[in-house]
């Protein structure tokens, strides 16, 4: 393990900062949508879309695969 470049905390840190923010982002979305109306729904939706979106293509990646 400690072949890898920049150390432990680093490697770690690149690892799971995109998935980080868009669980952060989507926990953003689903409250915005939940507490507010009108406009908060329309931010819900926008957040809430990145983690569809790459549900979608992973889904859709799977699928060509077979």
Request: glycine share 18%.
């Amino acid at each position: 393990m400690s072949g890898a470049p920049g150390g432990g905390a680093r490697s770690l840190w690149r690892v799971f900062r995109w998935p980080a923010g868009l669980a952060l982002l989507t926990l953003g979305g689903l409250l915005s949508a939940l507490l507010g109306d009108g406009l908060w729904d329309a931010l819900g939706w926008a957040a809430l879309a990145p983690a569809l979106g790459l549900c979608l293509r992973g889904l859709w990646l799977a699928s060509r695969r077979r």
